[in-house]
């Protein structure tokens, strides 16, 4: 329902419009004059209740103030009352039409400034007008909340006019008396209807110069709009549904309006919607070729691909195995050097031996001529012991203890002389074996030495070896990483190929959805004035749906600066 009524506005006239617009300003101008007036009239009313208010607050604090005094014993409570009410009493204002007056609980007037014969009587059944009990009320509001106040009709002491008079009433507790006064309003409403009647004036001369400029607001703006806002809304929403055709040829616009703009904008689109389904359908063309040729070079990239990386696993093989005989040759090296340094050791070792032997043997010599020299010395002992012992013989007797001597050191020359001759024979057999045995390391020697030449030849030629090995690994190595990096060139132009071939058939299909949202809008032919067919092939396309690419020049060629020329 809402929506039919914001359409049925919608379809109003721009006059419709001025008239309902002029209308909700006056209604919103006279109740805005209303609303302030009473506004300021309740205003009035709270500032007439609060001075009330403050009256009967004077009155209560005098008498608390001679109640006070009654307390402290100056006079008794009777006079403190009699005081208090003489003093109350002569308050007046606004000419004497404002006083207070008191009445007990027990609805007994106890002081009236204007009713004087009714003061120590009761007016419990004293009415208004319209048959209020106004104390009664004064009283029932006191005793239940401690103050109130009411409005009622009461004639006024001037005129004697029954007008609507306001009255603020307070208990006092001490002595069970309601202070109350009033005042008369009709001033205020008097003031409120003067005001009212003023400012209804100024609303009315507001309101005449705001539908003078909302006339001519609207006069501007249907000039800009060049017409109805409805045909103007009716012309764009058959656009934004893609129609383009020119039904309302015949309007005429004025130059630079909303309507005229949007003629214009629409002549524009149906240019540009024309050429760009023409150009989508090239496009489409054109990327279904591109895709097709972009697959064809993926599939014999990929194919490419999976050859290198055979190829380069097997490289990978054959390095693998290259660089284990060249770690072999390294090892087979260093045990050679290794060899080599042992046998030279061992070749040192052994000229040392010869040379302790030879040391030996010199001292083996030295050795039996000492021995010799022994058995000499023995001999030469055993030949003075013999002297001896044929000297001790002739001395006789006396030469006997001599005799004695002389035997044994002949006997010990003897043995000395066993001795040497054994300690000769073990060192010429000695001898004999070092002899032996310098002959065994002299031939030893010359056997390591030859070792050793011969481990310095394998050595030699198991260093070629390896270095050999070492230049084939690294030349191998360098062939593998070319091979490799043909690999990851050959896989990255797989990718791009792949990538290149999803983007024809991204922009194929963005040129098929461009298609497919150019078909939304409806352009009349030139020359027919009826819209192409949608499977029409555009003008400059052959029939067998193949573009055929074109320089500038009109020459015919597969690709120019990396892309197709517009034919």
């Known amino acids: 329902m809402l929506f039919r009524r914001e359409w049925s506005f919608g379809r109003l006239s721009l006059n419709a419009r001025l008239v309902m617009v002029v209308a909700v300003v006056i209604v919103g101008l006279v109740s805005l004059t209303i609303m302030s007036a009473l506004e300021n009239r309740d205003r009035q009313m709270s500032g007439l209740e609060y001075s009330l208010k403050s009256q009967v607050q004077s009155a209560i ?4 103030n001679f109640h006070q005094q009654a307390v402290k014993g100056e006079f008794s409570e009777a006079k403190a009352q009699q005081l208090a009410l003489a003093q109350i009493q002569n308050m007046r204002w606004d000419g004497g039409a404002g006083y207070v007056f008191a009445f007990d609980t027990d609805m007994v007037l106890r002081m009236h400034p204007l009713l004087l014969g009714k003061v120590g009587k009761s007016v419990r059944e004293v009415m208004d007008r319209n048959g209020l009990h106004v104390f009664q009320m004064m009283g029932a509001l006191d005793l239940q909340k401690g103050h109130g106040l009411i409005r009622y009709d009461w004639p006024k002491p001037n005129t004697k006019a029954i007008v609507g008079k306001i009255s603020y009433s307070q208990i006092f507790k001490p002595w069970k008396m309601n202070f109350a006064t009033g005042a008369y309003f009709d001033d205020i409403d008097a003031a409120f209807r003067h005001a009212l009647l003023v400012n209804l004036g100024k609303a009315g001369l507001v309101g005449l110069l705001v539908i003078l400029m909302v006339w001519l607001s609207m006069r501007s703006i249907r000039r800009s709009i060049g017409g109805e806002p409805s045909f103007a809304v009716e012309m764009a929403m058959r656009i934004a549904e893609g129609d383009l055709s020119t039904k309302d040829s015949a309007e005429v616009f004025a130059s630079g309006s909303l309507l005229d703009a949007l ?3 629409r002549v524009k689109l149906t240019s540009i919607v024309g050429d760009v389904q023409r150009g989508s359908e090239s496009v489409s063309v054109a990327a279904q070729q591109i895709a097709k040729g972009n697959d064809n070079l993926s599939q014999r990239t990929q194919e490419q691909a999976s050859s290198l990386e055979e190829t380069a696993a097997s490289m990978e093989e054959m390095t693998s195995t290259v660089k284990q005989n060249a770690e072999h040759a390294n090892h087979a090296n260093q045990l050679a050097c290794s060899a080599r340094e042992q046998a030279t050791r061992g070749g040192e070792v052994v000229s040392k031996a010869v040379v302790a032997m030879g040391e030996i043997n010199a001292s083996s010599h030295k050795i039996a001529d000492i021995v010799g020299l022994i058995q000499e010395i023995a001999f030469q002992t055993n030949l003075l012991a013999l002297n001896a012992a044929v000297e001790a013989a002739r001395a006789g007797e006396q030469g006997r203890g001599f005799a004695v001597v002389a035997s044994e050191v002949r006997s010990l020359a003897q043995r000395s002389a066993s001795a040497a001759k054994e300690i000769k024979g073990l060192i010429e057999d000695s001898a004999e074996r070092v002899r032996s045995g310098s002959e065994l390391v002299d031939r030893s020697g010359k056997a390591l030495a030859e070792i050793v030449d011969s ?69 009349e032919d030139s020359a027919s004035g009826i819209a192409p067919p949608a499977g029409a092939v555009p003008q400059g396309i052959p029939p067998h749906g193949k573009m055929t690419p074109r320089t500038p020049s ?14």
Do not use: C
Not at 61 to 64: G, R, T, V
Not at 476 to 486: L, P, W
């Open 455 to 523: 481990v310095k030849k394998v050595t030699d030629i198991v260093a070629e070896i390896a270095a050999a090995t070492q230049e084939q690994s690294a030349g191998i190595e360098q062939v593998n990483n070319a091979v490799m990096q043909m690999d990851e060139v050959t896989q990255q132009n797989a990718a791009l190929v792949e990538e290149a071939s999803a983007a024809a058939r991204a922009m194929q299909e963005r040129a098929d959805a461009l298609q497919r949202q150019m078909a939304f809008f409806r352009v």
């Open 554 to 567: 009109g020459r015919p060629v597969g690709m120019v600066a990396g892309a197709w020329t517009e034919f």
């Open 263 to 265: 003629a214009r904008m």
């Open 61 to 64: 604090s005098i008498a608390d």
